[in-house]
């Protein structure tokens, strides 16, 4: 029972685990990208038809990485090629990807896929109580925490990561320094669509194999919450992850066993914890400088 | 405070030298045919005052910017430098005025990022660590930038220079920013890059700090150099003729001496203090003067020493902490914010016109409504009158020859002249009792600098007291009734115009001024 | 390498036509995805755009649909002009419901003639409140507006859940989570014409949403408040130069934006469910946000930018109805013009180049850079 229980949590917490890395990677180059719930959705559509059409939930994987991939590239001309403004870009980002993806998905409205199916690691798997829980979960889940693990060690140990924070922190020193501003921004931008396509994929492939519109329910939302929780940092992805998602499987328990609190405040805590953090943050200039990207949703004119 | 200069044959080919380097942005010429050249070994000062086209020039060496017209010599071959890495590649280190530093991140990996790739993070901090002892620069690789102390964090862009082992550092400023000992380190740290072979351009304005390093100085005036030559051996005297130039001399007075018995104080400022509000601000220090009605009073000196700092305090921007520091004919407008004291009639002109004086994307009635809504004249219950506000605009384009394109343009169509025309007519035809200005001319032709200034000396006729800020000694001299200097946040005494030379006020913009008693 | 100069002036052709063209490449790239993806373009323009307009109740429908976006936006535009950036105004209406609700609910005994402006007030003040929040954190401690507010969209509208869910459930509502009906003072009727009778479901709030838009665009334009916002927006410092202070400018309007979601939280309740539930808003808070937009923040823009994407909304309905597309198609459309608006607007203020660069250019890291030396 409990099993079940952690299991769910762990899955619900994968999609929010993918899009919350690549927002992270678009943030910390000093980019706000409002319109990852556009671009779930898009994944989403893109795994759905494709894996319909082909039988192949993989290759439903993949284009799916390359929609989000896609819808991310046009935020990217407009925000940094022609310097609109984030959060109207986003917003518009996000408006356009739920619309495009009802239109391709509505053919496949009431169909079903065969998803993803779980791969056990072998020795690991027979573990006791982790073995169900952590090894047996499907290649996507796997790939989401290796994605993680990734981010992790390319923002603090590889230059290319370096160079990343350095345009996030900074962007006139960055480019004083001969750096190429948007260059860098723009892979982020795209790595950030990349993520959440695959963060969308999730849904019809795993957790519930249909294609519904607007099925992604505020996760894309949730995961721009997800990236500020962690304070910008992968490490913390994880547990705010696990949190968010886990909320509503929280109050289930609590509802079961009969916890004072009403549900609707439990749920509203990731949310309060949030602007907690955000204020804590901000409060103290040298944590603030430490932690968010000094330069985060700052159009940078200056050069071109 | 001599330096031993290292012999250097005359045949050695200079590290870098420009030759007829010109950059234009737009109309304005930042760099007008500059020509010289920096020889190996040579620590070579680059004078002049704000706009003069020092920045201009070094981001042109260090491939920020690319030149219209013109040549550099690397070495003696011709190069053309294309951009801020192939410049570290070839040898030119450059610390900025205000750093290019990344707050959030370590000193190694700050560091790490100006080097070419490669390079592993633990042996950087080894190599950190050498080249720290080898020129006593104290750099702790593991701190991170946002915990240091301003003049630590200079080390740490000397130091990132240094590690890529440049023929030519440049530095931007440095010493504004640091204490007289941290000063003496920068130098020692310099001297021995200098003895190494090495060559320094050194952008600064403090004679002292030029005598006692520098071998040789290029001075740039409205984006000429007007003089490259040895500095060795000269007196500071010397070298604020050097600074101030030899035209200066030739200013004529164009008001008559000692017209002016005492006239009684407009406005009387009394120990005006203002800590540091950021690692760059200057602090204002002890300031007392007054402003006397008919009288126009010219506070010279260079950007960078409190002008912004006094403005800001003059405008009301910012407000003294007590009060009694700046009284308006016997009323204590200290605690007024800017509205309040254009009601008490101060009339304020900023420096920058764009984005502070004016707003660029507003109609010039708009801006005009800027300093007039408080006034009661364009407003009546809140809502204004767009008919009164034309009608001003119209009256300041009218009376101040302002060219337009149009009835109402936005302030971004207007020229620079032009626009100054319009902003210090703004305040002149309110005929406020005092006047503060702030370079008043600066970036403007010729002829709006004639209108400008005419129409100040036309305000101080009415009776009414003018406070001028400017950096261009010619208009000071040109002008002011009386001068005082500011430098590094302090007041020199007020002294009549007729009887102080040219030579005394550069000597004071320096900061020679046996006045002064203990060092800051 | 795409490099942009500001542009000297904006002349008022180029800001006029560049929403015009915008709308048109809209409808022509809307009907290319259209025509790709297998349905007929022409067939889904006329029942997105035409067919709703087909009868006078339609037309007036299209206003009452238009109604909490102009109220909305119209605030919004205040806000985004002083460069504050209010994301949280689904969460606002929320607020403004329950508290206009809270009024109409527990106070019923307020004369008839009151109970509308008590409402209202109740309303304003519960979307001021939480406007408030992001406000102080901004001014006090710096913390960015937009996540605050969006955060706390997500806290309004589990609170309203747990009010409709829990102790404010109409005991005779069959366990259905609805308050209980307000009483007729508390509603908004239909506006009733004498000889012609209502059209539609036109009710006085779109009255009232169209005054408001219109006494917005005369404080925007008119006054010292629309003068300092602006002035604020576009160079703060020249703002404290003026006299006006930062901290205030930022309150003032996230309070002024607050209270118009709120009004419009309330106006949506009292007009056309009668109760309340746990869904008030629709996404309105975030469609309003590009009304704001495809109005360039001007007031008056408001109501023709709301009537535009009201059309799209209807338009949809019809889709989904006529041709089976799915609901969310409006967005298509939404977003397809802000995008090509905010790339207008770039085109009105700079002048774009596209350099290419030459291909020894790019192997050896070149940046071209233009400032100010």
């Known amino acids: 029972m409990m099993d079940a229980l952690i299991l769910t949590v762990i899955l619900t917490s994968i999609p929010l685990i993918l899009a919350a890395t690549g927002e992270l990677i678009a943030e910390r180059s000093g980019v706000l990208n409002l319109g990852v719930e556009g671009m779930m959705l898009m994944g989403a559509v893109a795994a759905f038809a494709i894996t319909s059409l082909s039988g192949n939930p993989y290759l ?245 | 405070m001599t330096h031993a200069h290292s012999a250097i044959s005359a045949e050695t080919a200079p590290v870098l030298e420009a030759v007829g380097i010109t950059k234009s942005f737009g109309d304005f010429r930042a760099n007008d045919a500059v020509s010289f050249a920096i020889k190996p070994g040579e620590i070579h000062a680059l004078l002049g005052e704000n706009g003069a086209g020092k920045s201009t020039f070094v981001k042109l060496v260090y491939g920020l910017l690319q030149p219209d017209a013109g040549q550099f010599f690397w070495h003696g071959k011709p190069l053309t430098i294309s951009g801020p890495q192939q410049a570290r590649h070839l040898g030119i280190g450059m610390v900025f005025q205000h750093f290019s530093l990344f707050e959030s991140l370590s000193v190694a990996e700050n560091i790490q990022l100006a080097l070419p790739a490669g390079e592993v993070l633990t042996s950087l901090s080894a190599r950190i660590r050498d080249m720290s002892d080898a020129y006593g620069l104290a750099v702790d690789p593991d701190a991170y930038v946002y915990d240091l102390s301003v003049g630590q964090q200079q080390r740490v862009e000397v130091m990132r220079c240094l590690l890529q082992n440049p023929s030519l550092l440049i530095m931007d400023e440095p010493t504004s920013v640091l204490t007289p000992q941290e000063t003496n380190q920068l130098f020692a740290v310099l001297r021995r890059f200098a003895d190494k072979g090495m060559a320094v351009l050194f952008i600064s304005h403090k004679l002292d700090e030029i005598r006692a390093l520098t071998s040789r100085a290029t001075v740039l005036r409205r984006g000429r150099n007007v003089g490259t030559m040895d500095t060795k051996g000269k007196s500071n005297r010397q070298l604020a003729e050097l600074m101030v130039g030899s035209e200066v001399a030739d200013i004529n007075r164009h008001k008559e001496p000692g017209k002016l018995a005492d006239t009684p104080p407009v406005c009387r400022i009394t120990k005006l203090q203002r800590p540091k509000s950021t690692a760059f601000a200057v602090a204002l220090d002890d300031i007392s003067f007054s402003a006397n009605a008919g009288e126009i009073l010219a506070i010279a000196g260079i950007s960078g020493n409190g002008q912004d700092e006094l403005m800001a305090a003059l405008s009301g921007e910012w407000q003294p902490p007590t009060g009694d520091v700046i009284v308006l004919e016997g009323k204590d407008i200290s605690h007024f914010d800017p509205a309040a004291r254009r009601r008490a009639g101060v009339g304020v002109v900023p420096e920058e016109r764009n984005g502070h004086a004016a707003v660029p994307s507003m109609r010039l009635s708009d801006n005009a409504l800027l300093t007039h809504h408080s006034l009661g004249q364009t407003v009546r219950h809140g809502v204004i009158d767009h008919a009164a506000t034309k009608a001003i605009a119209a009256q300041i384009i009218q009376a101040f020859d302002v060219r337009v394109p149009n009835d109402d343009p936005m302030a971004a169509a207007l020229s620079g002249g032009n626009l100054q025309k319009f902003v210090v007519g703004r305040e002149i035809l309110k005929s406020p009792r005092l006047l503060v200005v702030a370079q008043p001319t600066w970036g403007v032709d010729v002829g709006a600098a004639v209108s400008i200034r005419t129409a100040m000396l036309d305000l101080a006729a009415n009776g009414s007291a003018v406070i001028m800020i400017s950096q261009d000694l010619e208009e000071v001299f040109a002008i002011a009734d009386k001068i005082a200097v500011l430098h590094d946040g302090r007041l020199s005494d007020v002294m009549p115009a007729d009887q102080v030379t040219a030579e005394q006020i550069g000597l004071l913009m320096g900061g020679d001024d046996a006045r002064r008693g203990a060092s800051r | 390498m795409i490099s942009m100069t500001p542009r000297k002036d904006i002349s008022m052709q180029r800001t006029v036509l560049t929403p015009v063209f915008s709308v048109l490449l809209t409808l022509c790239v809307g009907a290319g ?278 059309l799209a909304e209807l338009g949809g309905d019809r889709a989904q109805m006529a041709l089976g597309m799915p609901k969310v198609v409006t967005g298509l459309f939404t977003g397809i013009l802000l995008f090509l608006l905010l790339a207008g607007e770039t085109f009105n203020r700079y002048h774009v180049q596209i350099n290419w660069p030459r291909f020894d250019q790019l192997k050896s890291g070149q940046l071209k850079s233009d400032e100010e030396g």
């Open chain 1, 60 to 304: 439903g994987v993949m284009a799916a990485a390359a929609a989000g991939a896609m819808t991310a590239a046009i935020f990217a001309v407009f925000t940094l090629g022609l310097a609109t403004n984030q959060v109207a870009t986003g917003l518009a980002l996000t408006i356009f990807g739920t619309g495009l993806s009802g239109l391709v998905g509505a053919p496949f409205v009431g169909g079903t896929v065969d998803g993803l199916q779980a791969v056990s690691i072998p020795v690991l798997s027979d573990l006791p109580v982790l073995g169900g829980l952590l090894f047996q979960l499907d290649l996507l889940a796997y790939g989401a925490f290796v994605m993680l693990a990734l981010v992790a060690w390319f923002l603090n140990k590889s230059r290319a990561g370096l160079i990343l924070r350095a345009v996030g922190n900074n962007h006139d020193s960055a480019h004083a320094l001969g750096y190429s501003v948007l260059r860098v921004r723009c892979a982020a931008v795209i790595f950030g669509g990349l993520m959440a396509g695959l963060a969308g994929a999730y849904l019809p492939l795993v957790l519930t194999p249909h294609w519904s519109e607007g099925m992604t329910a505020g996760r894309g939302w949730i995961a721009l919450a997800l990236v500020v929780f962690a304070s910008w940092m992968p490490s913390r992805i994880l547990i705010g992850a696990l949190l968010f998602g886990g909320i509503t499987i929280i109050q289930l328990v609590g509802q079961a066993r009969g916890w004072e609190m009403p549900s609707q405040f439990l749920s509203m805590l990731p949310y309060l914890a949030t602007i907690a953090v955000l204020v804590l943050i901000s409060r103290d200039r040298n944590f603030a400088l430490m932690r968010a990207p000094a330069h985060l949703g700052r159009i940078f004119i200056g050069t071109r």
């Open chain 3, 33 to 310: 995805i259209f025509a790709v993806l297998g349905y007929d373009p022409s067939a889904a323009l006329y029942q997105f755009f035409v067919a709703p307009l087909s009868r006078p109740d339609q037309v007036a429908d299209l206003f009452v649909k238009a109604c909490p976006l102009i109220i909305i936006a119209t605030g919004l535009a205040f806000c985004y002009r002083a460069n504050v950036w209010n994301i949280g105004a689904e969460g606002q209406i929320v607020m403004g419901a329950v508290c206009a609700g809270g009024v109409a609910l527990f106070f019923p005994a307020i004369p008839d003639l009151l109970m509308m402006p008590a409402m209202i007030i109740a309303a304003m003040a519960g979307g001021m409140a939480l406007a408030f929040i992001p406000g102080i954190l901004k001014t006090r401690f710096n913390t960015n507006e937009i996540l605050v507010s969006l955060m706390l969209t997500y806290v309004a509208a589990l609170f309203i859940d747990w009010l409709v869910r829990g102790p404010w459930r109409d005991p005779e509502s069959f366990g259905f989570p609805l308050t209980k009906s307000y009483g007729d003072a508390a509603l908004i009727q239909r506006v009733e014409l004498p000889g012609i009778g209502t059209i539609g479901q036109l009710h006085w709030g779109v009255v009232a949403a169209l005054l408001l838009a219109v006494a917005a665009y005369f404080v925007m334009s008119k006054t010292v408040f629309g003068f300092q916002v602006k002035v604020m927006g576009d160079a703060p410092r020249a703002g404290r130069f003026s006299g006006f202070n930062p901290a205030r400018t930022t309150l003032g309007v996230l309070c002024l934006s607050g209270a118009c979601a709120g009004v419009a939280g309330m106006v949506e309740v009292s007009a056309n469910m009668g109760q309340l539930q746990p869904e008030v808003s629709f996404g309105y808070g975030f469609t309003a946000i590009i009304v704001a937009f495809l109005a360039r923040l001007n007031p008056l823009g408001v109501i023709m930018a709301g009537l535009v994407v009201a």
